[in-house]
C-alpha cells in the first residue's frame, strides 16, 4: 500500500481530540485522569454525550483522514437522516485506523479497539497487507463500552502502543448511546473495504470512496443497539467505490460486495445474532457489508450496481411505529 511518506495518523487525530478536551462541557463528555496518568473520555456512560460528540469522535476513528457528517435522507427514504463518510485516503483511514479489529481482554472484560492507537501496534494481519505503520508520542484508543477498562488493561495498551501512560486517551462510547450509534453508523464505508479484502480484492486499486446509511435510534438493550447499528449498513447503507485496474476487475467486486451476497441475509442483526447464541464469529462474515454498493472502474468510466435496500426490514428494526 502506498502511503504519503511520515503519514502519522495519530498525529493528525491531535488538533481533533484537543477539540474535544476544549468543548468536553459542550458536548456533554466527561473527561477523567486515570491513575496512571491516562485520560479517560465518557462518551455516553455517566455523561450524556450527543450526535455531535459521535460525529466528530468518527472523524477521530478515522485518523483525521475523514469527515463524516449527518445528512438528510432525501425524499421517499426511510429514515430522514443519515451519517455520510469519505475520507482523503479511505484505505488507511478506514482499515488502518477506524477497523475494530483489536482484541483487548483483561478477565471478564471485553473489547474491540478502533483508531490510531491500533496502528502504532500492528499486531494485526490487516497491517501485513496495509504496509503501514505508525510512530508517534501520543495515542488514541475508541472503544464501544458501557465501563472503563480495568487498571491493568490501560497499562497494557499504553505499552503496546509504546507510549508513556500519560499520552494515552480512551475514549469509550457505549452501542445504546448517541454518540456510540453514530460512530457505529459512520462505518458504511470501513464495512465495504474490508469486505473488498476479504474478497481478495488489491486494496492498492481502491482510489476513494464514499458512504452513507441511514442514522436508526439507539435502544436501551444493547442487543437492540447493536441490531439496529448493523442494520442500518447491512439493509440501508450504500456505497460509492472508485478503483483502478481493469473493468471486469470493478464488476466481479461490485457483484459480490453488498450484504445480499450472504447466506445470512435477511432478518434483523439482532435475530441472526441471537440464533447464533451469541457467537459474533459463527455468522457468516460476507454479511458485513453495505446493502447497496457502486463500483466505478476508473479505467473506463463505467459504474457497476448491484445490491439493494430493504425499507420493511429497517422499519421493523429500527422500532418505527405507523
Known sequence: ??????????????????????????????????????????????????????????????????RVSLTPAGGGELWPWSVTVHAADPVIACLGSQYAGWRLQEGKFFALGSGPGRALVGKEEIFKDLEYADSAEDAVLVLEVDRPPPDALIGRIAEECRVRPNRLTIIMTPTTSLAGTVQIVARSLEVALHKAHTLGFPLKQIRDGIGIAPLPPPAADFIAAMGRTNDAILYGGSVLLFVDGPEEQARTLATAMPSSASRDYGRPFAETFADYRGDFYKIDPLLFSPGLVEVTALSSGRTFHHGKHDPALLRRSFGLSE
Open 1 to 66: 500500500m502506498t502511503v504519503s511518506v511520515g503519514l502519522s495518523i495519530n498525529r493528525l487525530v491531535a488538533p481533533l481530540v484537543e477539540r474535544l478536551h476544549a468543548d468536553a462541557r459542550a458536548l456533554r463528555l466527561g473527561i477523567t485522569h486515570h491513575s496512571s496518568g491516562a485520560i479517560l473520555i465518557d462518551a455516553g456512560i455517566e455523561h450524556a454525550g450527543g450526535l455531535e460528540a459521535g460525529r466528530r469522535i468518527a472523524e477521530i476513528c478515522l485518523g483525521g483522514l475523514g
